[in-house]
């Protein structure tokens, strides 16, 4: 393969069709070519990349794994291409009708969304809007390297491609079955929780790992516990019976979903998230309006919440780490 050749576009998308609908029928209908088409521009792709795509069963097909490794690059690479062609569409109507955001799960199902209505309703909602769900990882290196507008994602968030624009910090809560005798506690104590299985969040690099300290600090041994990177997988879980979650407070309380009871700790379990945009590059005029559209929508009665100044934001991470080393909280983590 030549290294300094691009890819021929339509074998990318027809590549990625058959991947998506999984046959050369399907994608044939999708892309609106015919099926010897789409066969002819899977083998020449096949022919110019060296490897099989595709392992032949008759009429069926299925991904080798090269086929599978090279899609998730394809789906980047087309990604870019759609985004590209929006902003061109702009640039040529002087307009800015397209925005890219990426967000963490949580955020995409609560914050986004009250974020985007708020532009409605003040008349400021561009035409074309992709929110894309991404692990807090993701989101701060789609941001950094151009491939998005701006981005939503739990702490840290420290790379020097990204300009901060706000951070929020507010307190985790607890989340019980509603008819559980627990539940009629204004206020949980983590001790409260010694003959609960847990369900809690699997990232130890973010919220977990301060989750963690806190119930190292008072010893806390509970029976087992479940641990999985979706903030709404927890609460469905603890809605199932399977226990009691120590979450961000941002899902259940603005999801407020029924048959559960959302308490606040009697401990201060910080959890910070911030918007970010790629540094040095010139927003479209949407951008301060629907930066202060997702800091308007994150004011919702949230337990601690309150917004940090972005120039302490290394003595932000600072805190952070020391409150995942020893279980302390350090100045400047109090709730408001």
């Not at 699997?202 to 300290?213: D, Q, T």
Request: charged share 25%; net charge negative.
């Amino acid at each position: 393969m030549d290294s300094e050749r691009l890819f021929d576009l339509r074998q990318l998308e027809a590549f990625a069709a058959v991947i998506s609908t999984g046959s050369v029928t399907g994608a044939a209908k999708v892309i609106g070519k015919s099926q010897p088409v789409v066969s002819r521009l899977i083998q020449e792709l096949e022919s110019d990349l060296g490897f099989d795509l595709f392992t032949r069963y008759g009429r069926r097909i299925t991904p080798t794994e090269n086929g599978v490794s090279f899609y998730r690059e394809v789906e980047r690479l087309l990604d870019d291409a759609r985004r590209t062609r929006l902003r061109a569409e702009d640039m040529s109507a002087r307009r800015t009708e397209s925005v890219e955001i990426v967000s963490t799960a949580a955020m995409a199902s609560t914050i986004v969304p009250s974020a985007l209505r708020i532009l409605k309703e003040r008349g400021n909602l561009p035409p074309n809007v992709t929110v894309r769900i991404q692990t807090s990882e993701a989101v701060i290196q789609s941001v950094a390297s151009g491939a998005a507008d701006i981005g939503i994602a739990s702490m840290p968030l420290n790379h020097p491609g990204l300009e901060v624009q706000w951070i929020a910090e507010v307190s985790c809560v607890c989340v019980l079955p509603e008819d559980a005798p627990l539940a009629r506690k204004e206020t949980i104590d983590l001790t409260d929780l010694a003959d609960w299985q847990l369900v809690t969040l699997l990232n130890p690099y973010r919220v977990l790992g301060r989750i963690s300290a806190a119930i190292e600090r008072v010893h806390l041994e509970t029976p087992s516990v479940i641990r999985t990177n979706s903030s709404a997988a927890a609460l469905q879980m603890v809605k199932a019976g399977l226990g009691a979650a120590l979450l961000e407070p941002v899902s259940p309380i603005i999801q407020n979903i029924e048959g559960l009871a959302v308490r606040p700790l009697s401990v201060h379990i910080p959890y910070l998230w911030g918007v970010v945009t790629p540094v040095g590059v010139p927003g479209s005029p949407v951008m301060p309006l629907l930066i202060q559209a997702m800091a308007d929508a994150s004011k919702v009665g949230l337990p601690g919440y309150r917004e940090r100044d972005v120039r302490d934001l290394e003595a932000i991470l600072k805190n952070i780490h020391d409150f995942d080393a020893d279980g302390e909280d350090k100045p400047g983590q109090g709730a408001a």
